[in-house]
């Protein structure tokens, strides 16, 4: 059975810096595409970033480049998401996914697609308060 769970929500200050944490059971990283989401209140999922476990290639939103930053251990099935300088507006559910197929990195394809990945995350609350 495949999992994914989360860890390392809370509550921070405006400027801080949060690392969540995913680890995966039933499959192995480098096998799998995995990616961060985020979902604002009343807002769309959003994607953050994606990391092939094979090549360690991240592919990062526009909007997240720079203060974010993905990370894998594949010889402990985890993946992270180094948060820096964060904002009010960064208040957000977080999510780690996964999926079998790699991301199509084409110019055409978006490797960030929420429908590209089968499995999810139970979610992870980051608050930053101003």
């Known amino acids: 059975q495949i999992q994914l769970v989360q860890s390392g929500g809370g509550l921070v200050q405006a400027g801080g810096s949060l690392r969540l944490s995913c680890v995966a059971s039933g499959f192995t990283l480098p096998n799998y595409a995995i990616a961060w989401f985020r979902q604002a209140p009343g807002k769309e999922r959003e994607g953050i970033a994606c990391i092939d476990s094979t090549t360690d290639y991240a592919y990062y939103a526009d909007s997240m480049k720079g203060r974010f930053t993905i990370s894998r251990d594949s010889a402990n099935n985890m993946v992270y998401l180094q948060m820096n300088s964060l904002r009010p507006e960064d208040t957000a559910v977080y999510y780690c996914?996964?999926?079998?197929?790699?991301?199509?990195?084409?110019?055409?394809?978006?490797?960030?697609?929420?429908?590209?990945?089968?499995?999810w995350g139970q979610g992870t609350q980051v608050t930053v308060s101003s």
């Open positions: 996914a996964a999926d079998e197929t790699k991301p199509d990195y084409s110019d055409n394809a978006d490797p960030l697609s929420i429908s590209e990945y089968e499995f």
